[in-house]
């Protein structure tokens, strides 16, 4: 049970002019669902990307890289398969990955170089590129304006809601519209970007702007999760600006600039948040917030220690405020100059440590009551500087155990 | 259920001459259980230890530390309580743990500063110090030196098994005993040592010699393995050398050295690997071994993002070969110019993955042979150079997780 998300509304997903996008169901890799994704931009449109760090990335991720520098960004669709990541498959799985975009740009009278390929799904077993290519024709067939929520729906693996995201702003004189999808539950500890996410928006935005942001934006989202501290060999996120709508974004500087920018990084937020709250198992949507480091580098050291301790996130899922936990997980973060006395923690408005020890006024059923809550805050204040970060995170479960251990049956 | 491991049969375990041990049942946390064990030595004995990293250290740590200063490593006596960790509890912990070895002092007749004091259990509760202090004295009329299984006991928490280790051998013309005794089953990810670890030997070893080998038999054997990937707050791993027994060493190039130096550590990777046999809802056994590495440290990060990755350990509850996870893990490890195309992944003997992909003659039923087995070794070839290292880690089950989420209850 995904905490406090809920399906998707078709009604409010504003779509993106000049984007179109159509599904099929290619029986990738089990008959009868929806398994592909085509997204279709007309001439135009720029897009940029970030991608895993992954040594083992899959060779879709490869593609994406080369494409995007041989095309100078001017990218005419995405093609998404879930049901098989493509990844450690070797040269094999490049080579299909290649076909895939020759074929579809065949279909859409384009360069394969202004294609780029994603996959999700099991690791280690081939494409069926046969299957794949097969399902093309189909999904073309489908392509709108406003499958938004069916494509999110074709992007799922072990996601039990599709995740999507739109808002709208007046920017200047112009309404510009940011609508994004994003897939991902288990292997969420992205670096660079999540497993899956697309965002894009109807303004034109100037390539160097364009490679920023998406870097910036999944900085301050998709980098700011987990769910169990692996690094996908896939992860993607990739910002498309159609070009088609009124706003004209080239200078940083600019008001309407600082107004996409933040329009584009909510939407990112709210997807990646989504993925935490529809985490492997998650019961509990949990919010790390680290303040008074020395860098924002050190916050994040903390935060994912605190976010990654299978000790902590047990106790959340147990609404147990085992609570030194928390603070021994603060001590292994390999700050190695900490001063474990100047610390404060707190758990929502409860504090519950400082001096080394217990709060004087800490009293258990104040912790048990949050604890109970399916939203809590982790608050940290480390009291050696003034940078600070913030890390969602969900709990461990029995959930995520028999999710992993069935994963492939 | 521990992985192919017994409950220790006293007959087997040499007692150490110039050492007695000694039990109590104090109620520190529940009634009944034998939950006190003091370690006493004769006159001449000397110690050496090496404690966790974890910035927020328990109380009891911190005195080991100071004491083995204080005293030259001229150490009498150890006293280890289970059910309450004394960490997290700043001045009034460490109050604590100072006044325990105060009045362990007076009832022998030694310095304060002579004892090492030690605790395991829950963190940020303080330590019910009037109980401790009064099961003292039982404990000391118990003492004996034959009572080693029963100290194990003692210190358990989690543990369904006690833990001890104890070998003999006869070096130049001497007969040497070691025997040990480790607690630990959750929150193990041990930095300089275990959560609780003794080894007594009932030679005379010089002291810039055991610490040393205090030093390198933990990086052996108890850095060497993982649960959970939490550092404790309480890890300490103490060798003991009474000096009671014929052998003498004090030239580390002596051959009698070196085979002293063997077994100690021996009985050190006995107690370790017992701990992940033992380990929270531990089913499997699993060996992680990478070889072909630039360092040792290089070799070391990988070993740890393969035993740590909640999915591959997963996988291994489920017996089910899904060997891209491992792959995965070896892909985020840190390593920034692995070149995947080189590195070869072995399943005990079936070669799974070569040249960035499944290997050829990979069958899904050898892997799925594998898989099913309790102990299985996971072999890594990176080939890029000669380094290499061993990781001892268990899989990850519904009991880790109910273990935990229960544990204070």
């Not at 669709?77 to 094999?92: K, R, Y």
């Not at 995201?165 to 999808?181: D, F, K, L, N």
């Not at 996410?197 to 364009?210: E, Q, R, S, W």
């Not at 758990?347 to 104040?366: K, N, S, W």
Request: net charge negative; with cysteine.
């Amino acid at each position: 049970m995904p905490v406090n998300l809920a399906a998707p509304d078709p009604s409010a997903l504003h779509p993106v002019a000049g984007l179109e996008l159509g599904t099929a169901r290619a029986g990738i890799r089990k008959p009868g669902r929806r398994d592909l994704l085509v997204v279709h931009m007309a001439e135009g449109a720029r897009a940029a990307g970030v991608f895993t760090r992954n040594r083992f990335c899959a060779a879709p991720v490869i593609v994406c890289r080369e494409h995007l520098v041989a095309s100078a960004g001017a990218i005419r669709a995405l093609v998404v398969n879930t049901g098989c990541a493509n990844a450690g498959t070797g040269a094999q799985g490049l080579a299909s990955a290649r076909q895939t975009c020759v074929d579809l740009a065949g279909l859409l009278g384009c360069e394969p170089s202004a294609i780029l390929p994603f996959s999700t799904g099991v690791i280690l077993e081939h494409l069926p590129l046969e299957r794949l290519v097969a399902g093309l024709p189909a999904a073309l067939d489908d392509l709108a304006a406003n499958n938004w929520a069916q494509a999110a729906e074709a992007i799922m693996t072990t996601d039990t809601i599709p995740k999507v995201a739109s808002r709208q702003a007046t920017i200047g004189s112009a309404q510009v519209s940011v609508t994004g999808i994003a897939k991902g539950a288990g292997m969420i500890r992205p670096n660079m970007a999540t497993m899956l996410g697309f965002v894009a928006t109807d303004a034109a935005i100037a390539p160097k702007l364009l490679q920023r942001w998406v870097q910036e934006a999944a900085d301050e989202s998709f980098n700011r999760i987990t769910v169990d501290g692996d690094t996908s060999t896939n992860d993607s996120f990739v910002l498309v600006a159609t070009g088609a709508g009124a706003l004209r974004v080239a200078d940083e500087a600019s008001p309407e600039a600082g107004e996409l920018r933040a329009l584009i990084t909510a939407v990112a937020r709210d997807l990646a948040t989504a993925i935490v709250r529809d985490g492997e198992g998650a019961t509990k949507f949990i919010t790390v917030r680290i303040e008074g480091a020395r860098s924002e580098t050190e916050a994040a050291a903390v935060a994912y220690a605190i976010a990654h301790s299978p000790l902590v996130k047990t106790a959340f899922f147990a609404s147990d405020p085992n609570l030194g936990r928390i603070l021994a997980a603060i001590g292994y973060a390999g700050v190695d100059d900490l001063e474990v006395d100047g610390i404060d923690l707190y758990l929502d408005d409860v504090h519950v440590a400082t001096a080394g020890g217990r709060h004087p006024d800490y009293r258990e059923e104040d912790g048990q009551r949050v604890m109970k809550q399916a939203e809590i805050t982790v608050r940290a204040l480390l009291g050696r500087g003034s940078a600070a970060t913030t890390v969602w995170t969900c709990d461990l479960s029995h959930d995520y155990v028999s999710i992993n251990a069935d994963y492939r049956s």
